[in-house]
């Protein structure tokens, strides 16, 4: 179990929290690219207790501002998109997609001096993958380097991203993407009826781990009937990334847990092939995603604890459903919000199914202790290649090789 420090650490992320300023250091996939416009409104986002707006210009440039108009303080959710600027209808005050005060017009006219003194809290904006990218590690501060993922420089047509907003902390959903136990019990059904019904061979599979640049790769192996071993592999990417190993078609799934405060995660599932289109009707029942029906800004849209996440009873009697809850994804997020906001992790009771977890625990405190004392904290460095950080699944036959020797 975790004490209570160690817990407040791993879950606080507002500014001048230890977490919160690790985590400000990172670029956030915030946004698919379709929710903002060219010229339409200003999108308000909130990332780490903070908020903030993000528009597109006629021109097809973004911006990233903090919400607050830097006059007085109203919402440039509310501005006027304009000349490639937002201005203020307050008092009318302008600025650019770059950060730079155009116009204060309630102001006496003085050439400009005025404005040139206004300080505009501005962020870099990124737009790769079909997703908004933003850095808020603050105005006039260098960003970090981009993570360039596989996916990132792939045609429209070879990705698929669908989000969701959870009610619960954002360790609740990485601890549970790193648990490989939960695969063949939370996920039973499924599993036996797709390309996952191996998992059922062993529902206590051991985790190889070891640390790495950019974050911890983790190898879950389980035991076949045949006697020989399946391994997938899957990567902890920091601060909150994992790629599940590809289905048989060539998609690998990838996820972000982007907190939007304590008590609030923007949760990422985007399907990637690096040879052919994504076709989504492939995996749809399988995660449980009514793609003609549902937001594709917020899939788990009506399902929470007031109808506890649409749990059939009566499909978990007859046999057909062991989790009652329809499809891999929403499955996940019930168990994460059944939790409370955030889980209590002084009360835990792990096993030795939990190693991975507390690994994982124990990386994300030393990096907040690494970051504090000045150093660069794992994924920050220039020589980390997102691109080449993938997953992996395989058999390993009983007296072969090690899983490492295998894939490199």
């Not at 060219?38 to 210009?57: C, D, K, N, Q, S």
């Not at 040139?116 to 380097?145: N, Q, Y």
């Not at 003609?292 to 917020?298: G, I, L, P, S, T």
Request: glycine share 10%; hydrophobic share 40%; net charge negative.
């Amino acid at each position: 179990m975790a004490t209570r420090s160690v817990n407040d650490t791993l879950t606080g992320v507002g500014r001048g929290t230890p977490m919160g300023e690790l985590l400000r250091e990172y670029w956030m996939p915030v946004l698919r690219s379709q929710r903002v416009t060219a010229g339409g409104e200003p999108v308000p986002v909130e990332l780490l207790g903070e908020r903030y707006v993000i528009f597109r210009g006629d021109d097809g440039s973004l911006g990233c501002f903090a919400e607050a108009c830097p006059h007085r303080g109203a919402s440039l959710a509310l501005a006027r998109n304009e000349d490639c600027a937002l201005r203020c209808i307050y008092h009318g005050w302008k600025f650019d997609t770059s950060g730079k005060v155009l116009e204060t017009p309630s102001e006496p006219e003085d050439g400009g001096r005025f404005a040139g003194l206004v300080k505009l809290r501005h962020f870099p904006v990124v737009e790769a993958g079909g997703i908004v990218w933003v850095w808020v590690g603050g105005t006039d501060r260098t960003p970090s380097p981009f993570p360039r993922f596989a996916f990132t420089d792939l045609p429209a047509e070879q990705v698929f991203a669908i989000v969701a907003v959870l009610d619960c902390n954002w360790m609740q959903g990485l601890e549970a993407d790193i648990d490989s136990a939960h695969v063949s019990l939370l996920h039973e059904t499924e599993a036996a009826g797709g390309p996952l019904r191996d998992l059922l061979d062993d529902r206590a599979p051991h985790d190889d781990i070891e640390h790495t640049a950019w974050g911890i790769r983790y190898a879950a192996i389980r035991t076949l009937s045949t006697g020989d071993s399946l391994v997938r592999i899957k990567p902890m990417i920091m601060p909150w990334y994992t790629i599940v190993p590809e289905l048989p078609n060539g998609d690998r799934l990838w996820h972000a847990w982007v907190p939007i405060d304590d008590h609030r995660t923007l949760f990422w599932y985007l399907w990637y092939n690096e040879n052919q289109p994504v076709d989504p009707n492939y995996f749809a029942a399988q995660f449980g995603l009514r793609l003609d029906e549902m937001n594709k800004d917020n899939f788990r849209e009506g399902y929470s604890r007031e109808n506890m996440w649409g749990q059939d009873r009566i499909a978990m009697r007859d046999g057909s459903s062991f989790s009652g809850i329809r499809g891999l994804a929403m499955q996940d997020i019930a168990v994460q919000e059944s939790m409370g906001a955030i889980v209590d992790r002084t009360l835990e009771n792990p096993g030795k199914s939990d190693t991975g977890i507390a690994r994982a625990r124990n990386f994300l405190m030393n990096a907040v202790k690494t970051h504090a004392a000045g150093g660069v904290a794992p994924g920050l460095g220039a020589d980390v290649d997102y691109g080449k950080i993938t997953s992996a699944s395989l058999v390993v036959p009983a007296d072969d090789a090690s899983w490492r020797e295998l894939v490199g």
